[in-house]
């Protein structure tokens, strides 16, 4: 291999692995206009998704407009364009502190190849550029289990239940079952879990308690956009599902109630910890 194509050989290896180490998405939109095409977030929800199982370093949004307008306008409507990506990341449990830059960059200036593209090349300058890069490989000292970290003084466990001892306000964190960003159906892998779980609350007939879910990474406290229905009701949602599943496993539902609980209790470390469900016990009946 002579230098020139040894050099070529390198150059592509590092492009390849640059490639790798980063995820691009551009959002288009109408002119003058910062709202998000139906088609466009469609689009961007399935980007979204991709990104559930990537370890993310940060996420880089800038908007742009295309050369008509003032140069105050332009910056303006680029920032609301930014703004608004910002927005559907927020609503889809995507963590902001990852969210580096949300910067409007303003016009992008027009080549013309021929007068008739003038028209499309203009389209495709009025839109959202998306980066997320991720997380560089680390050797990473084996430390305590976020979840033992995280576990409350009065979090009990499934095997509390089972010895009997469980009262009134412990609460227990359903482990190894998580969700998917943005839904409330669970992962197959998941079902065994909550099987082990349903066949305690049947034998165990004289506890009752709510199931309530919770979202991670959105703002204020509040609930995340369910994508199976496109509403803002995922923690409810989410508790609705273990519910109904443990109604069906034989579970009275006079023992039980659900509710959604939003943001109101993130446990901080990873993101998924947040999307989960938990057991409050709300009365304990003595055995007859």
């Known amino acids: 291999m002579n230098k020139i194509n040894l050099y070529l050989f390198l150059f592509l290896c590092s492009f390849s692995l640059l490639a790798q180490e980063k995820l691009t998405h551009e959002v288009y939109f109408e002119t003058d206009d910062f709202q998000v095409l139906s088609t466009e977030e469609n689009r961007l929800l399935l980007f979204i998704s991709q990104l559930a199982e990537m370890d993310i370093d940060k996420i880089s949004i800038y908007g742009f407009c295309d050369d008509r307008g003032s140069e105050n306008y332009n910056l303006t409507l680029s920032q609301n364009r930014a703004n608004a990506i910002k927005t559907i990341f927020s609503n889809n449990e995507i963590d902001e502190s990852l969210i580096s830059n949300v910067d409007g960059k303003g016009k992008v200036l027009l080549k013309i190849i021929?007068?008739?593209?003038?028209?499309?090349?203009?389209?495709?300058?009025?839109?959202v550029e998306i980066i997320v890069t991720k997380k560089k490989k680390e050797v990473v000292v084996e430390k305590p289990k976020e979840e033992v970290k995280q576990r409350a003084k009065n979090e009990k466990?499934?095997?509390?239940?089972?010895?009997?001892?469980?009262?009134?306000?412990?609460?227990?964190?359903?482990?190894?079952?998580?969700?998917?960003?943005?839904?409330?159906?669970?992962?197959?892998?998941?079902?065994?879990?909550?099987?082990?779980?349903?066949?305690?609350?049947?034998?165990?007939?004289?506890i009752y308690f709510s199931v309530e879910g919770h979202v991670c990474c959105t703002q204020n406290s509040r609930d995340a956009v369910n994508r199976k229905t496109n509403q803002r009701n995922?923690?409810?949602?989410?508790?609705?599902?273990?519910?109904?599943?443990?109604?069906?496993?034989?579970?009275?539902?006079?023992?039980m109630r659900y509710i959604g609980m939003r943001?109101?209790?993130?446990?901080?470390?990873?993101?998924k910890y947040d999307r989960r469900v938990e057991i409050l016990i709300t009365h304990v009946a003595k055995k007859r």
């Open 157 to 206: 466990t499934t095997e509390d239940i089972s010895s009997g001892n469980i009262v009134a306000g412990d609460k227990i964190r359903l482990k190894n079952i998580y969700f998917k960003t943005g839904y409330a159906e669970l992962a197959k892998e998941s079902k065994s879990t909550l099987d082990e779980i349903a066949n305690i609350l049947v034998e165990h007939d004289n």
């Open 114 to 127: 021929k007068e008739d593209q003038i028209d499309k090349i203009r389209g495709l300058n009025r839109k």
């Open 263 to 271: 943001r109101k209790f993130p446990l901080g470390g990873d993101p």
């Open 234 to 255: 995922l923690s409810l949602a989410r508790a609705k599902f273990i519910y109904d599943y443990l109604l069906k496993k034989g579970v009275n539902k006079r023992r």
